[in-house]
């Protein structure tokens, strides 16, 4: 089983077919958001059971959540010898609005020039069903599989993954795996195959500042009591010194340095900083000046504002001294950080820094990990490969600024790293009207992944 | 006429009916921000009307404004070479919610122990009472008046004095006058007859930062955007250096120093720093520690924060780096400080601090002008005198925070500084429930009044 040639000729010969059936999957509205498309989430589940069960997959299941289910199946008659691979998959889709955009209708799929426009086509039934075709092209033409499979296509990923955790702690047995095939990260570029290798963790905080019982007249208590706005804004300000750097103490001692290598690899992605500025609207980039933007966003962490509240914010004018002032604030940490350390070095700041003239209490919302996949596993190299072969050149390695909670969670239950790719483009509209796939991209991405399979 | 002995005979012997009258006053709901108490507004300013018709004052009307009326009346049979003071009041009221913390009717005056009580009793009902009273004396014992004067009566004051700006420029030569007697003021104890001197100004700004076109991912552009709420914090911090001081360029130039003399009256003033503790249950004063809390509200400008606007302020979390950021600023000044300069030094500050990776907009909102009145004038000499004759010590001299419109107003078209004084003490409720007059201490202050007449 050294040879996918085979294979490759049923996936270039079944192309007609396989975007059929992508059609039939895209035309369920699944929106996982809307209470009121609840049985077409379920019709979604079904119909990814049922490929499951059509190319032989064993244990084929649709396993209850607290909200909607997970597909799983499995095929592990490659033997011990042999790794086993998750799939990872999400069957359920964003909402549509604003409808009005949308040139035709998001669930009758139609194909325009090269590409099928439909909500859910990039993002990512497109990915789903390239996985399974993949995997169908080798058990129609061989019987079997160079690798052990299971399957993971959940349907809440839109809506944060709210329930995944849960599934995955309690099922860690049943998914255990060497590692993840996830091809929800898309591509740079429809010429530029990518492998994405970081995500990057994340730490949300809310802090309060609370300084008079209640909101005063700044007119008859002004220069005596310290303004809790102010006193907010002067904890904050402190967090980055002049050149842009966070003063949490030890905040980047547990940063991992970046190789060579890797500074390579981020130096030869294509983002350019006009096209940022293009994208974005802002007047010029900001961050560390020793880092180009795509090793700020993907391998170096941040302290952000994400909001503020104090006082007045009304029209016009009220002349209050506020009570009180809040702060969300969150960081993005690259490995080897981690959130409860973050929460540790916030804490040891705020006590050194904060006046006597109020009193704080920070809160911790959200923790996520960061996640980087070692660039010389089996797993990267082989898809590594996989990619290089169809695309006849070598992979873009990049990292994601944001963070996936499938990864986290099954790095953290199952100690499995997941290889992030994928074959959406970053022009595909997703989350938005008319959201579309490249189709011939798309056929691209199905024979790497049947050629991937076979590079163990 | 030198001599106020039968003058202030007849005030110790109508004591009595001075109170039924302020009790008549008092009963109507003259609450100027509600639309159902409009006739009670109107029906408050007939009453002063009449009062001032029934001691003889001249060319008294009811003034329309685009908002409540103002009452206006005069005396000037005292000749070119004596002073025209004008007298100072309002006779609206503010609301009386939460009513249930009521122990009486508010709008149903009733004398417990040394108090009477009801909405208006102390702001301003009692003071203006207090005025016509002094005067009636005069005019009813004598015929006639050792100064001339007029009446300016306004409806609106619990509602920011909305329409006076205007009602004042168009009359201001019917207005003319050397200064004006201002009793909303009050006394810093019943022991300590006050007179105010200065208030301070204000200019009230909003400025916006604005930075990407809308609302991003924090994981997928943080690090190479300058977010606007970090951008914002980073401005305003540096508004203050270290040691409290606003470093705003030439903000201090004009500050008037303190005399010697001044510095004295300020220590004089019993305000200690524990009662400004409790009374706004801060952990600790804040200011420049120069200066003694009572001279930073009085005599010091300051630069405050009262609203704070940007991202997600909502319960939990939301990884948003926000398109924008908004603070609501604003500058308390003291002579010989103005409005137009803060502007001017508040963008010179944004000029020069606003980074190259943000824009930025700055809105003035409001401005007035601080104000200090002449503690060697006529007129306070013959206040003190007054004061000084009935309570048997020399008045306190202080300063007060906020700002007053008629005060400013006066001074900008009439050119007429405010004698601010008053027998309203700070336990009165005023603006609160069970608001109440100390009724030993208005008569003395009836007293003083109809003495000061003779001070001249």
């Known amino acids: ?174 998914l255990a795996c060497d590692f993840c095939l996830n091809p929800d990260a898309g591509m740079i570029a429809a010429d530029k195959p990518t492998i994405t290798t970081g995500l990057r963790g994340l730490a949300y905080f809310e802090l309060y500042v609370y300084g008079p019982d209640k909101d005063l007249h700044s007119g008859l208590f002004g220069g005596t009591i310290h303004n809790p706005a102010q006193a907010l804004i002067e904890l904050i300000a402190g ?78 004018s009220k002349t209050v001294l506020p009570a009180w002032a809040m702060a969300k604030i969150s960081c993005r940490l690259v490995p080897d950080q981690t959130p409860e350390e973050t929460e540790k070095q916030l804490r040891a700041y705020l006590k050194e820094h904060a006046p006597k003239t109020i009193k704080w209490k920070l809160t911790n919302l959200h923790n996520a990990g960061a996640a980087l996949t070692n660039t010389e596993s089996a797993g990267v190299k082989a898809l590594s490969k996989a990619l290089e072969t169809v695309w006849g050149k070598r992979p873009y390695f990049k990292r994601e600024g944001g963070s996936i909670g499938s990864v986290v969670l099954l790095q953290k239950y199952v100690g499995a790293d997941s290889l992030l790719t994928g074959f959406g483009l970053p022009d595909d509209n997703v989350h938005s009207p008319n959201e579309r796939l490249h189709l011939p991209t798309w056929y691209k991405g199905i024979e790497a992944f049947t050629r991937f399979f076979y590079n163990f």
């Not at 547990?254 to 060579?260: A, G, T």
């Open 1 to 174: 089983m050294t040879d996918s040639t085979k294979a490759v000729e049923y996936v270039r010969s079944n192309g007609k077919r396989f975007l059929d059936e992508l059609k039939e999957f895209v035309a369920i509205p699944s929106v996982s958001t809307l209470d009121e498309h609840k049985p077409d989430v379920r019709r979604a589940a079904d119909w990814v059971a049922t490929q499951l069960r059509s190319i032989k997959m064993k244990k084929v299941m649709i396993m209850p959540t607290k909200g909607h289910p997970v597909v799983y199946g499995e095929w592990l008659g490659a033997g011990k010898s042999a790794p086993t691979v998750m799939i990872y998959g999400h069957y359920d889709v964003q909402p549509v609005d604003p409808i009005q955009l949308w040139k035709s209708d998001p669930f009758k799929p139609v194909a325009r020039g090269e590409y099928l426009f439909a909500r859910g086509a990039s993002d990512m039934k497109g990915q789903v069903v390239a996985s399974i075709k993949a995997v169908e092209a080798i058990m129609r033409t061989e019987g079997k599989l160079p690798v052990n499979i299971k399957w993971l296509v959940e349907g809440e990923e839109e809506i944060g993954s709210e329930h995944l955790d849960e599934f995955i702690k309690k099922n860690k047995k049943l």
């Open 239 to 316: 967090m980055h010194d002049k050149n842009g750097k966070i003063t949490l103490p030890g905040f980047y001692d547990n940063v991992r340095k970046l190789s060579k290598k890797e500074h390579e690899d981020f130096k030869r992605l294509p983002t350019s900083n006009k096209e940022l500025i293009q994208m974005t609207g802002v007047p010029a980039l900001w961050g560390e000046p020793k880092f180009i933007p795509a090793e700020r966003v993907g391998a170096r962490p941040t302290l952000e504002v994400n909001g503020l509240l104090s006082g007045f914010t009304g029209q016009g």
